[in-house]
């Protein structure tokens, strides 16, 4: 970080964090490979040189970062370790680490990952034909088509499954394809984008994928105000009235919402990925404050107070950083479960708001700060703990897995 600007009324510290430490307490990631090892670093590099001299502005703005969007595709960042033809192919762990280091960056730039890649980019690949994805997955995978995930509505979040827009089949001048109205909300890219896979309830009542650019007449999108997380990405509220798609726009493979389902499952663990992140950004600056904080003459970290804090969220990370490691195994055996990956989620998000909660207080007045990085992580934590699901939803999940008895209705 460096030395910081003197606010009035504040006692700004000068601490250094341009040097992140190496947190594993436990080992848990000394047997990665090396190519697992050299994602990771070369995410941490792009984090503490691109990322963190620039993302407050951005945050404060509420201003996209455009420009590390570019950096992001020119690195091979933005796909989210979906695969994609003429790319490397990267293995969960590396998409873990990677998820995790972004994280601890920014949780806006990792959702903008997530959105390109882990959402609508993984749409297309796993559900699209080989034409769309001949004609999308590489040029996504570059940043040249920014795309968005368009399934929330305004009346249908956690209960996504009752989505009401329609796609009905029609002819227009000729051409065969689709007629699709409805609402949509909370969609990130889907303001600022170039298409936009839209969920929608065909006439066979079943969910489908279409790819709607976001020209097309009657696509009209709204940059969501007043957002207080997640600030450096914009999210929509998006009407769809009368708008008419070609028949080839169609993702082929999506035949009910348990495909949609497959999307939003193959997400959830790189939620959690991301929360470890996060945590991981809290400590570290918990840590390094405490240590030249000086008051009452002597440092924060020579408090038993502080030292039994410190103790608690290291405790609470590592635990964090075990599960995702053993789901993320699982998930590489393919033997991973939809309650496991929400065990994940559940956990992991609830976990980082301990610690930015812990670290904020710790910091004092100081806390509130955006050039401490705290207060900014605990906003985005807030979103990160709603989205691709709420901790009620992973709940009644998980319950459901533990009882044998379905509380959702």
Known sequence: MGSMTQTPGVTAPDYDLTQPLDIDFAGVFADITEEERAQQLAVRRFVQDEVLPVIDGYWERYEVPMD?????AELDFLRDGVDVPGFPKISKMAEGLSAMEMSRGDGSVTTICGV??????????????????????????????????????PTHGSDS???????????????????????????????????????????????????????????????IEGKLSLRAIHQAHIVLDDVFVPADSLLPKSRSFKDTGRVLFATRLGVAWGAVGQAIACYETAVAYSKQRVQ???????????????????????????????????????QLTGPQASLAKYTCTRGAREIAAIARDLLGGNGILLENRVARHFADIEALHTYEGTESMQALIIGREITGTSAFA
């Open 116 to 153: 390109q890649g882990g959402l609508a980019l993984r749409s297309i690949v796993m559900l699209g034909s080989d034409e769309q994805i001949e004609k999308y997955a590489g040029p996504m995978a570059r940043g040249e088509i920014l795309g968005a995930f368009a399934l929330t509505e």
């Open 296 to 334: 009452f003459g002597r440092p924060l970290a020579a408090s038993q107070m502080v030292q039994e804090r410190l103790t608690k969220m290291l405790s609470i990370l590592t635990q964090m950083q075990l599960l995702v490691k053993q789901m993320t195994r699982l998930d590489e055996a393919e």
């Open 161 to 223: 499954v009752g989505l009401e827009t329609s796609a009905v089949k029609e002819t227009r001048d000729g051409v065969e394809g689709y007629v699709i109205n409805g609402e949509k909300k909370w969609i990130g890219f889907g303001s600022i984008g170039d298409i936009s896979v839209v969920w929608a309830r065909g006439e066979d009542g079943q969910v489908h994928g279409y790819i709607v650019p976001q020209d097309t007449p009657g696509y009209r999108a709204t940059t």
């Open 68 to 72: 590390l969007v570019k950096r992001m």
